[in-house]
Nanobody, 122 residues
Framework: VQLQASGGGVVQTGGSLRLSCADS????????VAWFRQAPGKEREFVAS????????VYEDSVKGRFTISRDRTQNTVYLQMAALKPEDTATYYC????????????????WGQGTQVTVSS
């Protein structure tokens, strides 16, 4: 599985960004995919996950109502739409795929893409 995250950038507080996670090998299409983030000096944290068919999603509490995870199976891409961004959302964001069709916060994710940097200025 090869995952490529993109879409990061610099945005002002309250702004929006959409991250993309492309599965170039098309081997995660039947697996859950998640987004994680890691801020400088902090541990990596779970952000959101989506099941193989997009029917089930899980969000970390601090992003509920602001972030939306979705997937386009025809494009083999998972998206993270981020709105109402806050400075504390500043981090490197990573996408990861599991080995099972459903996954949440505690699920092992074995395949990781490179990160994409999101910076929210105040």
């Amino acid at each position: 599985v090869q995952l490529q995250a993109s879409g990061g950038g610099v945005v002002q507080t309250g702004g929006s960004l959409r991250l993309s996670c492309a599965d170039s090998m098309r081997t995660a299409s039947n697996n859950a995919v998640a987004w994680f983030r890691q801020a400088p000096g902090k541990e990596r944290e779970f952000v959101a996950s989506i099941s193989w068919n997009g029917g089930s999603t899980v969000y970390e509490d601090s992003v509920k109502g602001r972030f939306t995870i979705s997937r386009d199976r025809t494009q083999n891409t998972v998206y993270l739409q981020m709105a109402a961004l806050k400075p504390e959302d500043t981090a490197t964001y990573y996408c990861a795929a599991g080995r099972r069709p459903f996954g949440g916060r505690g699920t092992p994710y074995d395949y990781w893409g490179q990160g994409t940097q999101v910076t929210v200025s105040s």
